[in-house]
């Protein structure tokens, strides 16, 4: 158990819907990153928050949003879905901002999303 | 911008025989971390590299960042079944977004 928490476990919704995943970091993480794994594909970086502020965008859609609230757990936004936004939703959290620093991922156990 | 590659996408070995997978990075890198994602299961951190020509080992495992700093290597010595699973690099350079590798998938036969 990496102590952080992803809920749902699982999704299903149809096209042109919108969902909320959440994310609660370990205790004392100020940083919080997600991460999309399509079937049988890589980790793709979504965007990273610290301590309330976005830090790190990477290949996140503009139907796609985050947000990281004062007690530090997280929520991503997906809308306007479609069949491609199926996928396993990662959320990580890091006691650190910055790349660099000793800066180990404790990833969570995810979110699968089937979009219909 | 960045890209991480990583060989062989897949590898099937039999138990007991040794196996390396090799990440490779488009541009030099601060550090580099591994992660291990067993089937069904999330990401876990294994190791990160930071020096120049740094090897580490744990039990196994054995973990190398290249002098350039541009390559890292993960080599098991006799694998085990408890082995499967998907191994990620991701590297990075200070202040900036890090990239994972694509992975390579690794089936023991046992």
């Known amino acids: 158990d990496s102590g952080v928490t992803q809920t749902p476990k699982h999704l299903i919704t149809a096209t042109g819907q919108r969902v909320t995943l959440r994310c609660s970091p370990r205790?004392?993480?100020?940083?919080v990153y997600w991460y999309q794994q399509s079937l049988d594909q890589g980790l793709q970086f979504l965007i990273q928050y610290y301590n309330g502020e976005e830090r790190a965008k990477g290949n996140i859609l503009e139907r796609f949003s985050a947000q990281q609230f004062p007690d530090l757990h997280s929520e991503l936004n997906l809308s306007s879905l479609e069949l491609g936004d199926s996928a396993l939703y990662f959320c990580?959290?890091?006691?650190?901002?910055?790349?660099?620093?000793?800066?180990?991922?404790?990833f969570g156990p995810g979110t699968r999303l089937t979009v219909l | 911008g960045q890209q991480v590659m990583q060989i062989p996408q897949y590898q099937h070995v039999q138990e007991g025989e040794d196996f390396t997978t090799y990440c490779n990075s488009s541009t030099t890198l601060s550090n580099i971390q591994w992660y291990k994602q067993r089937p069904g299961g999330h990401p876990v951190f294994l190791i990160q590299?930071?020096?120049?020509?740094e090897v580490k080992k744990q039990k196994r495992l054995t973990f190398q960042f290249g002098e350039a700093k541009k390559n890292s290597s993960l080599h098991i010595t006799a694998t085990q079944t408890t082995d499967v699973g998907t191994y990620f690099c991701?590297?990075?350079?200070?202040?900036?977004?890090?990239?994972f590798g694509p992975g390579t998938r690794l089936s023991v036969l046992p």
């Open positions: 990580a959290s890091s006691p650190v901002s910055v790349w660099g620093d000793y800066n180990e991922q404790f």
């Open positions: 991701a590297g990075g350079n200070y202040g900036q977004n890090f990239v």
């Open positions: 590299l930071v020096k120049s020509g």
């Open positions: 205790s004392g993480d100020l940083s």
